[in-house]
C-alpha cells in the first residue's frame, strides 16, 4: 500500500468510526432501557476509540505534525471521508439500530479484509477492531430481528427505518475509484467480497426480521470524496466549537 | 419465632455488626428506610448522567471525549447495580422508575444544577464525585447487606472519576487564561451546591438519628461536610483559584476549617422542584422512558414468541 493510499484509508476508517460514534453518543443517558443504554454506549466508545487509532496512523503518514485532534477538529467538511450513512440522525431507537446494522454488516468484512494487508500498521488496527466489530454486528442484527418480528407497531417501525436509511446504505458497497484501485494493487483486499458479504448479512437478517429489502436503486452518495449531505456541518458545529474557539489551549 | 425475637435477633445483628440480608426478617421502617435511600441513589445515578453527557458531543479532544463517555456510563452501571439491591426489598425496577418519572420519588438535587462550560465537567468529577465518594465510603459500612457491596464497587470507579475530573480542572487552571477563567467560573458555580449535597444540618435532618441507630448512615451530614471541606481546600489551593466563601478560614482549635453559612433556602427551593434544570432532567427521563416504551414492548413480545417456539 502506497503511503496516500493508506493515508487515505485511514481516513475513512477514522472517519467512519468517529462521526458514527459521536451520533451513537448522542443517546448516551437517553436509551429505551438502561441496559442498553450502556450496550450503545459500549459501541460507541469501541468506534471512537478505533476512529483515535486510525487518524494518529494517518496523521503519522503524512508527517504533517498532524495528530488525531488536529484530524478531528480541524479539518471542514469537504475533509471528512466517511460514508454519508454514518452521519445521518439517529431518529428513534429502530432507525439509529437500522443504520448500525446496515453499517456493521459493511464494517466487519471490510475489516476482515483489511487484517490480512501487507501493511502492518493498518493490519494491526484492523485486527484489534475486528472483534468489537464481530460483536456490534451480532448486536445489531439480533436488534433488528428482535423489533422487525415483535410487535405490529415495531414491525412498522422498522420497515420505515428500513426505508429511511436504505437511500445511504449503497455507498458502502458500491466501490468507487479508490475501492477499485486497492483491490488491484493491494491484495488480498477485495471490493467484490465486501459487497458479496454485505448481502448475504442484509438478506439473512432481512429475512429473519420479516422485514422487505428495497430495490437497490440507491441515490448516489459522495461522502467518500468528501461531498457529504447537509448533516454534517452542523455535527462539525458541534463537535469542533472548544478547540476552534480556543486553538492555543490544550485540554 | 415471635416477633419480639425476630426484633432482638435484628437488633443484635445491628450491634454486632452483622450484615441485615434479603432474606432476613426486618422491621418495616428499616426496609422502607433503605428502600428510599437505595432508590434515590440509584435515581440519582442515572439523573447525573445528563449533565454530564450534556457535552460528550462538545469535548474538546478525542481522549476527553472517550473518558467521558465511558465515565456516563459508568454512572448507568451504578445505577443498575443499585436499582438490583433496591429490588431486593420487594420493589420492581419498573415500579421506581415510575416514582421517578413523576416527581414522587427524589434525586439527588445537584444534578438540578446545568453544565455550562467545559471546565463543569471537571468540576463535577472532582466536587460532586467527590462529594459522593466521602458520603459512600462510610456506606460501604452501611448494614443492609446488598448496599453495602455495591457502594464497595461503586467507590472504586468513583475515585477514578473524581481524580478524572481533578485532571480536567488542571489542565483548565494551569492552562491559557480564558481556560482558567472558566475553571473559576466553574468552581464559583458547584462549591455550594457540593456542599448541600450532605444533606440538611444534623440538627434539621429528619431521617438521620434513626438510620444512626440502624448504622444505615455510618457519620453524620456535618461531620461528612466537615471532611469535604477540609480535604477540598489543599486542592483548590493547589489549583490556584479562589472559593466563593470569604469566611473560610482554618480554625487552630477545632483544627477543621470554619465556613460560611450554607443557603438553605437554596437547597430546599431546588429540591421541591425549582432549580434550575429540575424541569428538564424529569423531562428527559420521561421522554427516554416514554420513547422507549415500544422498544421494550418488542423486546418482551419477541422473547416470549422465541419461548413459544423452544416450547
Not at chain 1, 46 to 72: F, V
Request: glycine share 6%.
Amino acid at each position: 500500500m502506497s503511503p496516500n493510499q493508506s493515508f487515505e484509508l485511514c481516513l475513512r476508517m477514522g472517519d467512519n468510526a468517529l462521526i458514527l460514534g459521536q451520533r451513537l453518543a448522542e443517546w448516551c443517558g437517553h436509551g429505551p432501557i438502561l441496559e442498553q443504554d450502556i450496550a450503545l454506549t459500549n459501541i460507541s466508545l469501541d468506534l471512537i476509540g478505533q476512529s483515535r487509532l486510525w487518524l494518529s496512523l494517518a496523521g503519522q503518514i503524512e508527517g504533517q505534525g498532524r495528530d488525531e485532534d488536529k484530524l478531528a477538529f480541524f479539518r471542514d467538511s469537504n475533509e471528512f471521508r466517511h460514508l454519508n450513512l454514518c452521519e445521518q440522525p439517529n431518529g428513534h431507537w429502530g432507525t439509529t439500530l437500522m443504520r448500525q446494522f446496515l453499517f456493521d454488516a459493511f464494517h466487519l468484512p471490510l475489516l476482515e479484509q483489511l487484517c490480512k494487508v501487507e501493511d502492518q500498521q493498518v493490519a494491526s488496527i484492523a485486527q484489534k477492531s475486528v472483534k468489537e466489530v464481530r460483536y456490534h454486528l451480532r448486536w445489531s442484527s439480533e436488534w433488528v430481528v428482535r423489533l422487525g418480528a415483535g410487535t405490529d407497531e415495531s414491525h412498522e417501525k422498522m420497515q420505515q427505518a428500513l426505508l429511511d436509511v436504505w437511500p445511504f446504505a449503497g455507498e458502502a458497497i458500491q466501490p468507487n475509484a479508490f475501492d477499485l484501485e486497492l483491490t488491484e494493487t493491494c491484495p488480498p483486499y477485495n471490493v467484490q467480497a465486501v459487497n458479496k458479504a454485505w448481502w448475504s448479512s442484509v438478506n439473512e437478517v432481512f429475512n429473519q426480521a420479516n422485514l422487505d429489502v428495497p430495490e437497490a436503486n440507491w441515490a448516489p452518495q459522495k461522502g467518500r470524496e468528501g461531498i457529504h449531505t447537509e448533516r454534517l456541518g452542523f455535527i462539525l458545529a458541534e463537535m469542533q466549537f472548544l478547540p476552534r474557539a480556543y486553538p492555543d489551549a490544550q485540554w | 419465632m415471635e416477633q419480639a425475637d425476630l426484633q432482638r435477633l435484628f437488633d443484635s445483628k445491628i450491634e454486632q455488626e452483622i450484615r441485615i440480608e434479603p432474606k432476613d426478617w426486618m422491621p418495616e421502617a428499616y426496609r422502607k428506610n433503605n428502600l428510599r435511600q437505595i432508590s434515590q441513589h440509584a435515581h440519582s445515578e442515572i439523573v447525573g448522567m445528563l449533565p454530564e453527557a450534556n457535552w460528550i458531543s462538545r469535548a474538546p479532544s478525542l481522549r476527553r471525549k472517550v473518558a467521558l463517555l465511558a465515565k456516563v456510563q459508568d454512572e448507568a452501571g451504578h445505577g443498575l447495580y443499585l436499582y438490583s439491591a433496591a429490588e431486593t426489598l420487594g420493589t420492581s425496577r419498573d415500579e421506581m422508575l415510575e416514582d421517578l418519572n413523576s416527581g414522587k420519588a427524589k434525586y439527588s438535587s445537584i444534578f438540578n444544577y446545568p453544565t455550562l462550560n467545559w471546565a463543569d465537567i471537571g468540576a463535577v468529577g472532582w466536587l460532586v464525585d467527590g462529594a459522593a465518594i466521602t458520603n459512600q465510603v462510610a456506606l460501604c459500612r452501611t448494614s443492609y447487606g446488598p448496599y453495602a457491596r455495591a457502594m464497595v464497587r461503586v467507590c472504586k470507579e468513583e475515585s477514578f472519576h473524581q481524580r478524572q475530573g481533578y485532571e480536567i480542572m488542571m489542565s483548565m487552571a494551569f492552562g491559557t487564561p480564558e481556560q482558567k477563567q472558566m475553571a473559576q467560573d466553574a468552581l464559583n458555580r458547584w462549591w455550594w451546591p457540593a456542599l448541600m449535597m450532605f444533606g440538611p444540618n444534623d440538627s434539621e435532618s429528619p431521617h438521620s438519628q434513626q438510620s444512626l441507630n440502624w448504622k444505615i448512615k455510618r457519620v453524620s451530614n456535618d461531620d461528612l461536610r466537615q471532611e469535604f471541606i477540609d480535604k477540598s481546600i489543599p486542592q483548590v489551593e493547589y489549583l490556584g483559584l479562589t472559593l466563593p466563601d470569604p469566611d473560610l478560614k482554618w480554625n487552630e482549635e477545632r483544627g477543621h476549617y470554619d465556613f460560611g453559612p450554607i443557603d438553605w433556602e437554596e437547597f430546599y427551593r431546588v429540591i421541591s422542584g425549582n432549580g434550575p434544570c429540575n424541569k428538564d432532567r424529569l423531562e428527559a427521563r420521561n421522554k427516554a422512558h416514554n420513547d422507549g416504551a415500544w422498544v421494550r414492548e418488542a423486546a418482551m413480545a419477541f422473547a416470549e414468541k422465541r419461548q413459544t417456539n423452544v416450547a
